[in-house]
């Protein structure tokens, strides 16, 4: 079975902090995705990632960066953490080659709260 | 922009009793509508994908439809267990990079009394 793993199930960091969540697949999936989800709007597309070094951004990157230096880990960055921040962070994986379903692999997610 | 509506927001039904879940979505050039599904406290996990209008997909008690500007969720005799929130999603323009995220719906919240 596909394993899409997440560092922390909850983080609690203060404004003005760095934070690193970091996210394992263990599929040899090319694709990755970090998404947050937040009451009343969804989930909302911040980051993705095609291949090592590659990045795209999605609907909402303001605030965020992402690093891929190894194909199974893909990180998600706040360089300065504010409040809004406080969300849930859900990381993704899906393969180019993969079943016709084209379906995204979801991790646990992180319940990050920024004090 | 593109768009995915679900209806209702919430849905409590008895066990057995049947009913519908409602995603309008506004694309242009579809190419993917997914259906997860999201326990409290978890990721969503993959359901169904639909690509063209008369196209239908079962699970269990779970059938996919769709149509040109909308898709539907049917739950069958629903138990307790398939309480849950039900997240509609398309896929987005191809970004040229190989690799698209989806748009997702609100979400149904379904609840399944015994």
């Known amino acids: 079975d596909v394993k899409v793993t997440q560092s922390s199930r909850y983080l609690v960091k203060r404004t003005g902090e760095k934070v690193f969540l970091e996210c394992v697949q263990d599929?040899?999936?090319?694709?990755m995705f970090w998404y947050r989800q937040d009451p009343g709007l969804g989930l909302r597309l911040i980051y993705f990632?095609?291949?090592?070094?590659?990045?795209e951004k999605g609907d909402i990157p303001e605030g965020y960066s992402v690093s891929r230096e190894k194909k199974e880990r893909f990180s998600l960055i706040l360089e300065s953490a504010s409040t809004n921040q406080t969300s849930m962070y859900l990381c993704?994986?899906?393969?180019?080659?993969?079943?016709?379903?084209?379906?995204?692999?979801f991790g646990p997610g992180t319940r990050l709260t920024v004090l | 922009e593109d768009q995915v509506t679900q209806s209702p927001e919430a849905l409590r039904l008895q066990e057995g009793e049947s009913s519908s879940l409602n995603c309008s979505y506004t694309?242009?050039?579809?190419?993917?509508l997914f259906w997860y599904r999201q326990d409290p406290g978890k990721g969503p996990e993959f359901l169904f994908t639909?690509?063209?209008a008369g196209e239908e997909k079962e699970k269990e008690r779970l059938k996919a439809t769709l149509t040109k500007k909308e898709s539907f969720l049917h739950i069958t005799a629903p138990k307790p267990e398939d309480s849950a929130t039900y997240l509609c999603?398309?896929?987005?323009?191809?970004?040229?990079?190989?690799?698209?995220?989806?748009?997702f719906g609100k979400g149904t919240h379904l609840i399944i009394q015994p």
């Open positions: 990632s095609y291949d090592v070094k590659m990045k």
């Open positions: 993704a994986s899906s393969s180019l080659q993969g079943t016709s379903d084209n379906e995204q692999f």
């Open positions: 694309v242009s050039g579809l190419r993917g």
């Open positions: 639909l690509y063209s």
């Open positions: 599929m040899d999936h090319e694709n």
């Open positions: 999603a398309v896929r987005n323009p191809y970004s040229g990079g190989g690799a698209d995220g989806l748009t």
